[in-house]
């Protein structure tokens, strides 16, 4: 007798704490309130933009007039050797071309843009404006300076990010498995410990399983959100 009780108290003192589903929980709000208020976010005109300048955290979206017909930069993001993502630099310009922008966009985005600079695709972009990763303003630093020479300004801080949307997408997504993970979580925990009190070793559930595969999945969804966030 002794002994069973001696296993159903360990399985109590092994079990899952009130930290381990805070942790979850708190990514869960985290990301949930990070991704919707993104979403919801009113959207500034991107010709404001353009005549008042950028705001760090803000949304445009609007038509560019101009935009140059490649990318100054590729950035490629790397994993032990393994290149797992790029993020493509372009910039586009108000309609007299005295006023640009970096922003960071597919890499067929400049197919839009021809040989004149123009929009001939009538590419519409949304997103936040981030500030520039060093790499992307070391290589538009010397752009920046030839600019003010010619009366165009270029906006050397900051770029509009065109994948703002998925990102807020990825981060509900987050959210949303977070909170199952949790939920799942307490059904394993509730399994293996009814069956202790049986007097049965349950190593293993079917919802503890679901819960691992989850977590690797959101671990996923988080390294990208590092890679293209910061």
């Known amino acids: 007798m002794n002994e069973e009780k001696n296993q159903v108290q360990s399985v109590y003192k092994g079990g899952n704490s009130a930290i381990t589903y805070l942790f979850f929980l708190v990514i869960a709000a985290l990301m949930l309130f990070s991704g919707i208020s993104g979403i919801l976010k009113e959207r500034i005109d991107l010709s404001v933009g353009f005549e008042e300048g950028f705001e ?12 140059v017909d490649h990318e100054y930069l590729d950035l490629s993001h790397s994993i032990n050797g393994i290149t797992v993502a790029h993020e493509y630099f372009f910039l586009v310009t108000n309609e007299d071309m005295t006023s640009a922008i970096s922003v960071r966009a597919g890499k067929d985005f400049a197919e839009n843009f021809n040989e004149e600079f123009e929009n001939t695709g009538k590419v519409k972009i949304t997103g936040r404006v981030r500030k520039l990763p060093h790499q992307a303003s070391d ?21 509009i990010d065109t994948k703002s949307g998925i990102l807020n997408i990825v981060k509900i997504a987050v959210g949303a498995l977070n909170i199952a993970i949790a939920i799942l979580i307490a059904i394993s925990s509730s399994k293996k410990r009814k069956a202790f009190e049986n007097g049965e070793r349950k190593l293993a559930t079917s919802a503890g399983s679901i819960a691992v595969l989850l977590m690797i999945v959101a671990a996923v969804g988080i390294i990208y959100l590092m890679i293209m966030t910061l």
């Open 139 to 159: 290589t538009l630093s010397p752009m920046v300076i030839d600019g003010l020479r010619s009366n165009v300004t270029i906006e050397g801080d900051y770029y």
């Open 56 to 67: 760090k955290g803000d949304y445009y979206s609007g038509v560019p007039d101009c935009g």
